[in-house]
């Protein structure tokens, strides 16, 4: 069992940067892949980034690349998501989620099996 617990969701001018973070309870963290997504009103839920259970490998959406950041610091069972460059398009409730089971897919929501409640993320113009 892994619970979540994102962090760090605000309103920020356009340009601006956030810092999310995801604190997970469980003892698989370190063994689970981890992503982020994002659904914005009446969107679908949609890809923004992962990463592998050891950092080693990092996934982006295009609409995000060169923009965010996404690393994990296992020793605290915390993942983290920076954004940069923060532009209107950006807003939405931004999902941390857990897959605890190996797959090569990481942008799939289908794959992950554990998620937070959400953190709304305001870009105003």
């Known amino acids: 069992q892994v619970q979540l617990v994102e962090s760090g969701g605000g309103l920020v001018q356009a340009g601006g940067s956030l810092r999310l973070s995801c604190a997970a309870s469980?003892?698989?963290?370190?063994?689970?892949?981890m992503g982020w997504f994002r659904q914005a009103p009446g969107e679908k839920r949609e890809f923004v980034a992962a990463?592998?259970?050891?950092?080693?490998?990092?996934y982006y959406a295009d609409s995000v690349k060169g923009r965010f950041t996404i690393s994990r610091d296992n020793a605290k069972n915390t993942v983290y998501l920076q954004m940069n460059s923060l532009k209107p398009e950006d807003t939405a409730v931004y999902y941390c989620?857990?897959?605890?089971?190996?797959?090569?897919?990481?942008?799939?929501?289908?794959?992950?099996?554990?998620w937070g409640q959400g953190t709304q993320v305001t870009v105003s113009s």
């Open positions: 989620a857990a897959r605890t089971y190996y797959s090569g897919n990481y942008r799939g929501p289908d794959v992950y099996n554990y």
């Open positions: 469980g003892r698989t963290f370190s063994s689970s892949a």
């Open positions: 990463i592998s259970w050891n950092g080693g490998s990092t």
